[in-house]
């Protein structure tokens, strides 16, 4: 309903402003209690998605009731704003009053933590943040490691996105702006290089691994014959 209320109050507005909106008004509220939930575990069942209400509102009435001109008035900006820096301005002031608001109340919400939480909420808490901790015994579990083939396909993506943002180069355009393409692609395409060389070093480690386990095998399996 939200979406569709800044939808309508904003169709003659250009795509790129719409999805900025979009991003606060929807991307802000998710990630606060993502991220601060994991910084800070000391808060009731209900914090994640009354923070994501909060943010929310929060974002819909910073973009809608509160023009950029009064955040300038605030911030000391006495002169009149073009249209570019009001744009400019609405964009940061909705971001940052966003988080502002949104960490206060997820924070807030930690002053109920001991009336409103049961023991056993605690202790899940517990047992999840105890489990994410962890680090994976690929041995013991029995399901071999699986970072080669993430380190594989994360790379052979970066490579072809990389050097397909570095032929924007071959557009017509002056050199310093050409050079974006490769300064921007070429350093996709070496987080891509690298990633596929430590997919390549693991690979071989494996096989080595392998190697010498099955001489191993063979010498126990002759000392029991």
């Known amino acids: 309903m939200a979406v569709a209320v800044l939808i309508a109050r904003n169709r ?130 029995h399901d071999g490691n699986q970072d080669s083939p993430q380190y594989k396909f994360m790379g052979i993506l970066c490579l072809i996105y990389g050097g397909i943002m570095m032929l924007g180069f071959v557009i017509p355009n002056t050199l310093s702006d050409r050079m974006i393409f490769i300064y921007n692609g070429g350093a996709i395409t070496l987080t891509g290089g690298i990633l596929y060389y430590i997919y390549r070093r693991k690979k071989k480690s494996i096989r080595v691994n392998k190697a010498e386990a099955v001489p191993a095998g063979l010498t126990q399996e002759a000392d029991c014959s």
């Open 12 to 141: 003659d507005a250009d795509l790129f402003t719409l999805l900025l909106k979009l991003n606060v008004l929807l991307g802000y509220p998710l990630v606060i209690p993502m991220v601060l939930g994991i910084l800070y575990r000391r808060t009731p069942g209900w914090a994640a998605w009354s923070t994501v209400i909060v943010s929310m509102g929060t974002a819909y009435i910073v973009q809608n009731y509160i023009p950029p001109e009064t955040i300038a008035g605030i911030c000391g900006l006495a002169k009149p704003l073009n249209e570019l820096e009001a744009k400019h301005i609405g964009f940061i002031s909705s971001g940052v009053i966003t988080l502002f608001a949104g960490s206060c109340w997820y924070f807030f919400t930690s002053l109920f933590y001991k009336q409103t939480t049961s023991e056993k909420y605690r202790q899940d808490v517990e047992a999840f943040f105890k489990d994410m901790n962890t680090p994976i015994d690929h041995a013991r579990e």
